[in-house]
Nanobody, 116 residues
Framework: QVQLVESGGGLVQAGGSLRLSCKAS????????MGWYRQPPGKQREFVAL???????NYADSVKGRFTISRDLAENTVYLQMNSLKPEDTAVYYC??????????WGQGTQVTVSS
């Protein structure tokens, strides 16, 4: 079983930056992608960004040009650099790992709060 541990959340003013990290422990075989989702207050969880093991990244339209996802394959870690943060980016951010057999693991979540 893969364990995902997130860090880097916090409180920041609008226009500021934060960097989230998610480290996967356990077997690193058969990973299709690692990515980030978020759940704003009172809303459903939504996709933010993902990085495929074979290369390639995808972003939600709402974060394109402001957020950058990257992976350190040797460390089984995925990062999310968030710049030009807006109050509407306030959410609990979750790391997700999807395997090629379609099994999925989620992190515990880290709170990001952007004040106006």
């Amino acid at each position: 079983q893969v364990q995902l541990v997130e860090s880097g959340g916090g409180l920041v003013q609008a226009g500021g930056s934060l960097r989230l990290s998610c480290k996967a422990s356990g077997s690193a075989f058969g990973i299709a992608f690692m990515g980030w989702y978020r759940q704003p207050p009172g809303k459903q969880r939504e996709f933010v960004a993902l990085a495929r093991s074979g290369g390639g990244v995808n972003y939600a339209d709402s974060v394109k040009g402001r957020f950058t996802i990257s992976r350190d394959l040797a460390e089984n870690t995925v990062y999310l650099q968030m710049n030009s943060l807006k109050p509407e980016d306030t959410a609990v951010y979750y790391c997700r790992l999807l395997r090629t057999d379609s099994s999925s693991s989620w992190g515990q979540g880290t709170q990001v709060t952007v004040s106006s």
